[in-house]
């Protein structure tokens, strides 16, 4: 399997972003009585955004890091 471009990795972080902060708005706030598998599903996307972008930033910076050599 091929690693994805960073541009499709960028779209990708910035979705599952959106997606997380719209499920957490919408079950916390939105509902009367908050809405936990919405909520659920909204805190599983962040944190799928942030490993994404966290994935994303050490791939950019991985090359800058030396590696010890034997």
Known sequence: ????SPQKLKAITIMFLVAGAWGLSMGMFYFKDPNFPLTALGVVNLVLGI???????RKDNGSKI????K
């Open 1 to 4: 399997m091929s690693t994805p």
């Open 51 to 57: 490993f994404l972008g966290f994935r994303q930033l």
């Open 66 to 69: 030396r590696k010890k050599e």
